[in-house]
């Protein structure tokens, strides 16, 4: 029995009678100028009124989405007057956010002397680290080399990466492998201990580790585990997100002020300084866009950061993908890997048409399935309304062989075969989604920010990527940057002279935003999206 | 928004679903989680990835007339007419502490650490909980022979939920067991990578100081070029592009 209601089987008896002439068809490739043209017209980044540049503080006139501009402008949660008298807790370093950043930043932080108190919104890792399957790039086999893996990595960026950020993840990959194997992570290997790697996005070398299809929680849950287990040094408090850093008089760091998300009440924990790995902001959902993001991923950290006068960059481009999942609504959003058109499945209209190339660049395919539907009109529409096109995944068998896709794409199956389809009879419904923020805070290769005593690591930082991330280079980042900033945060903290704290930042901040009469009616970070009914 | 949006429904078509049991009518199409959300719940507990990976969502239910006890991830359960649901988003469970770099990869190790594992009734109670389909009874069977590479072997997809302890009439903390057998399979019993003991070696001499010292300096023209120049290593599966 088919999992799709009546109305899209009808589009799917169109795919099907296609289907045998389209495997002889190719779809040509698009020109330099008719990328341009559909960029230009349907990528949400290049929509000029979905984006506008933010109006106050140390990057004024950054250009980034108006809903992350709206709470990046937003008020604080407390006052200037709030009391910081008697901190609920006192630490050498104070980690915000529970993801794969936060927890290897808290163990470096830890190994090289300090204190540890880590903060983390919901559970510690509920976390995008915990849903990437893809894996993680590191330039270790004999063919390749740190060099060759920095090429790759500044020519997905569109060369605007930070050399010197690149730099330091492509040095550090390799350890970082040995270091995720010493605390007993299971890659991929041959029997011989040769490391399985395969091709990624924009890879001239096949460098992508992986565990599974589980690679970020096989990640996760070993840092995770890790933390828990120097319980003595480090203290991890769940459903308390930071929603204000602390200065001190001195401009210098002094720790933040949480908030318990079941009582409300916030309360300050000083430390002498702050690591941010707060990570993105799907859960934003950027001119509606569904998301591959966790339920926290709010943009917390660049509001925060920039408040005390962090610089941001890079925020003007947010990495959709062209194959999120449209249908069935249970996984809206959830991503359809990029294999699925490399075993040569073709995205198709509604009448069963092939529309676009299949492997355009990731923007440009995006922008095209938008196209298709927006303008066209020629897109699916589901029963709540949300548009997509056809992955006409079952033409992998016929090219392929029979069972191709079960040994593929196991954890698809399973995705999609709990709600009754099974692609390898039937397409999947498919509709870009929000991925990845390449942009956030400006990084410094040994984790720290304009901030003394702030440091950054993961996704919330800005200048890694460049304008367009590369698979793998994620979970890679999180890892690099997570031990730098952990590092740099307790050699810091041993020798910084704390001044008073104080939250006069907040105070110039309002008047900022009065003197520049911008109000965007919010509080923010907004913590967590509303999906609650509105009756 | 597109996403996340309550279904359009006539109140016909509404079905009544029972929340810690409190009845509310809500769309027959919605997962557990967005049922609660329609309901008017802003979740804070019980919610995490919403996409099946992160185990925040553990949810027990029954069905009016069944007396058949069932479990399920929020997130990725379909709500039926007169279900019965509880969330269980934090459960006490038994985790010891230990220092990975000081131990052996023994059936001793396992049992000194969780002298539980013995306990085990193999009811398979564990295994019916699971969400991922993890025969949990099988790699407990593993462990109590201490076979530590078959347990990790048969844990990995464990997304460390919690609902096998909830169901253990042996008090077990099964996931939590399961990890200590993963890390000490990924530490010691893993065979080791040579190529990547070489490449660390390599990196520590120096040998790659000067190559990207000298693609750090050049001008984006160059850079481009040397880009466009780069030799790609044929594959013979398809590309990947993600995450």
């Not at chain 1, 004024?60 to 949660?77: S, T, W």
């Not at chain 1, 908030?259 to 790995?277: D, F, Q, R």
């Not at chain 1, 890079?314 to 609504?329: I, K, N, V």
């Not at chain 2, 409190?22 to 027959?28: A, D, F, H, L, Q």
Request: glycine fraction near 10%; aromatic fraction near 8%.
């Amino acid at each position: 029995m088919s999992g799709y209601p009546p109305e899209m089987q009808e589009s799917i008896r169109l795919v099907e009678a296609t289907r045998l002439r389209r495997l002889k068809e190719t779809f040509p490739t698009m020109s330099l100028e008719e990328r341009e043209q559909v960029l230009n017209a349907f990528h949400p980044d290049y929509i000029k009124e979905k984006m506008r540049a933010i109006r106050v503080g140390v990057s004024k006139g950054q250009r980034m989405p108006v809903e992350l501009a709206d709470i990046v402008e937003g008020r604080p949660h407390i006052g200037p007057d709030f009391d910081l008298s008697e901190p609920f807790a006192e630490t050498d370093v104070l980690v915000i956010g529970g993801g794969g950043a936060g927890a290897s930043a808290a163990l470096l932080a830890q190994e090289n002397g300090a204190k540890v108190i880590l903060v983390t919104k919901l559970r510690f890792g509920d976390a995008n680290t915990m849903m990437a399957q893809g894996g993680i790039q590191a330039a270790d086999r004999p063919n390749d080399s740190p060099a060759i893996h920095y090429l790759d990595v500044m020519g997905g960026g569109h060369f605007t990466n930070v050399p010197e950020l690149v730099e330091a993840l492509v040095m550090d990959a390799p350890f970082v492998i040995k270091w995720l194997e010493d605390l007993g992570m299971m890659f991929d290997k041959e029997p011989d201990g040769t490391m399985v790697e395969r091709h990624g996005g924009g890879t001239s070398r096949m460098r992508m580790h992986s565990a599974r299809d589980y690679s970020g929680a096989e990640i996760m849950r070993t840092l995770r585990d890790e933390v828990r287990n120097r319980e003595e040094d480090i203290t991890v408090i769940e459903f308390s997100p930071a929603v204000e850093l602390v200065l001190d008089d001195k401009g210098q760091i002094a720790g933040a002020v949480v908030m318990n998300l079941e009582t409300g009440v916030y309360s300050y924990i000083k430390a002498k300084a702050v690591i941010l790995a707060t990570g993105g902001g799907g859960r934003l959902h950027y001119q509606g866009f569904p998301t591959t993001n966790h339920y926290g991923a709010t943009a917390d950290g660049v509001v925060m950061a920039y408040r005390v006068g962090a610089p941001l960059g890079y925020l003007e481009s947010m990495q959709y993908h062209p194959t999120g999942a449209a249908f069935p609504e249970q996984i809206v959003g959830l991503l359809v890997t990029e294999k699925v058109r490399g075993l040569g499945a073709q995205p198709v209209n509604k009448y069963g048409e092939q529309f676009v190339y299949p492997l355009e660049p990731r923007d440009v395919e995006a922008a095209a399935f938008i196209r298709e539907c927006k303008e066209r009109g020629n897109g699916i529409i589901t029963p709540t309304g949300q548009p997509g096109v056809w992955l006409d995944s079952p033409m992998i068998e016929i090219i392929q062989g029979p069972g191709t896709i079960k040994k593929n794409l196991p954890a698809m199956v399973r995705q999609f075969g709990r709600f009754g389809i099974d692609i390898t009879q039937e397409p999947m419904l498919v509709y870009p989604t929000l991925h990845y923020q390449n942009g956030g805070v400006r990084l410094r290769a040994d984790g720290s920010t304009e901030i003394p005593g702030l440091f950054i690591a993961g996704e919330v930082s800005g200048g890694v990527h460049g304008h367009n991330r590369l698979m793998g280079n994620s979970l890679l980042e999180i890892t690099v940057f997570g031990r730098r900033s952990g590092r740099s945060a307790a050699a810091y903290a041993q020798q910084v002279k704390p001044g008073k704290p104080t939250l006069a930042h907040i105070e110039a901040w309002n008047r900022e935003l009065e003197e520049a009469g911008v109000d965007t009616g919010v509080i923010s970070p907004i913590l967590l999206p509303d999906y609650t009914r509105r009756v | 928004m597109e996403t996340e949006k309550q279904s359009e429904v006539t109140e016909a078509d509404l079905i009544p679903v029972y929340i810690m049991g409190k009845r509310y009518m809500v769309p027959p199409t919605l997962t557990i989680m967005k049922a609660m959300e329609y309901a008017g719940y802003k979740l804070v507990r019980g919610c995490g990835c919403r996409g099946g990976f992160c185990g925040a969502c553990a949810t027990a239910y029954r069905i009016l007339g069944d007396p058949k006890l069932y479990f399920g991830l929020a997130c990725q359960t379909v709500v039926q007419p007169n279900m019965y649901l509880a969330q269980i988003p934090f459960f006490p469970a038994q985790r010891a502490t230990y220092d990975i770099t000081k131990l052996e990869p023994t059936a001793t190790t396992l049992f000194s650490i969780y002298p539980e594992v013995l306990r085990c009734l193999g009811c398979g109670a564990c295994t019916k909980a699971c969400p991922q389909e993890i025969d949990v009874r099988a790699y407990m069977a593993a462990g109590m022979k201490g076979d530590i590479a078959t347990m990790a072997d048969l844990s990995f997809d464990c997304i460390m939920c919690g609902l096998c302890a909830v169901r253990c009439p042996a008090e077990e903390a099964q996931y939590n067991i399961a990890i200590l057998a993963r890390r000490l399979y990924g530490r010691y019993l893993a065979p080791r990578s040579k190529h990547l003991e070489e490449r660390l070696e390599e990196i520590e001499a120096g040998e790659f100081d000067v190559a990207l010292a000298e693609l750090k300096r050049l001008s984006r023209e160059e850079l481009v070029a040397r880009y466009r120049a780069r030799d790609i290593e044929p594959t013979e599966g398809p590309r990947e592009e993600e995450d």
